[in-house]
């Protein structure tokens, strides 16, 4: 796994957002969240090592804008670069995740047809509310590869009317901090069976650090929240 950060800094602007882990890491550096900037690491796509080779080596899965969004106003500007450099590195798989998706087609790219081959587009989904406005938007867009992001996931979601074909994932977890919100397993067998009865593909990446089940309220530490998710065993391929 590969993390590529172009700009870094962002705006909170739905309720998956309210205990941003950026938010959280930055203020431990008294570093300002919303302000957004371009990194270092701008151009690491095409950076080379002393050897020569590609810093980030062929076939890696790259983990794009994870301290931001790639679909950001502040970052309109930045974008077509960043665009570029994706389409240059055909060898590597870049995945989006934005709360955004509805800013998809500002600077796309004019060779984007139906999408690039190395790129998904992953639209998250933390309530219903944003469920029913990012996923329509999402099924609408010329893209190769979709996936839907139920994390942080904070109620019951229905999923049903989205889970075309068209979906290659749904990923479900719960919020990490010390200030998370509960995360209900029953929420997440909800959307496992949701997934099971389309065909889709389903993955429980975390439980959070508050999770519920059978009424049960437990507190995870980090370092075990992914180890009991994967333990739960509920992944479908």
């Given amino acids: 796994m590969a993390t590529w950060n172009p700009w870094h800094g962002c705006h909170k602007i739905s309720a998956g957002c309210q205990n941003c882990y950026v938010y959280r890491i930055d203020a431990r550096y008294d570093r300002d969240s919303t302000k957004v900037e371009k990194t270092a690491n701008f151009n690491l ?9 590609y810093k980030l080596k062929s076939g890696e899965t790259v983990y794009t804008c994870f301290t931001s969004d790639f ?3 502040e970052a309109d500007g930045w ?15 870049f995945l989006i995740i934005t709360k955004r998706i509805e800013r998809f087609f500002v600077a796309l790219p004019a060779d984007w047809g139906s999408g690039y081959e190395n790129v998904t587009i992953c639209a998250t989904a933390e309530n219903q509310d944003r469920a029913d406005f990012r996923l329509p938007l999402l099924l609408s867009l010329p893209a190769r590869k979709k996936e839907i992001i139920c994390e942080p996931l904070l109620e019951a979601v229905d999923l049903t009317p989205y889970l075309t074909p068209e979906i290659g994932l749904v990923v479900a977890g719960g919020e990490s901090g010390s200030n998370a919100r509960v995360c209900d397993y029953e929420w997440v067998l909800m959307l496992r069976e949701q997934c099971r009865r389309a065909g889709v593909p389903f993955y429980f990446k975390q439980t959070g650090a508050v999770f519920r089940k059978d009424g049960r309220i437990y507190r995870i530490p980090r370092r075990l929240q992914h180890a009991q998710a994967r333990k739960a065993g509920i992944d479908l391929p």
């Fill in 79 to 93: 974008r077509a670069e960043a665009w570029q450099m994706i389409r240059l590195r055909q060898d590597l798989h």
């Fill in 45 to 53: 796509p095409l950076k080379r090592s002393r050897d020569g080779g």
């Fill in 71 to 73: 679909f950001l106003p």
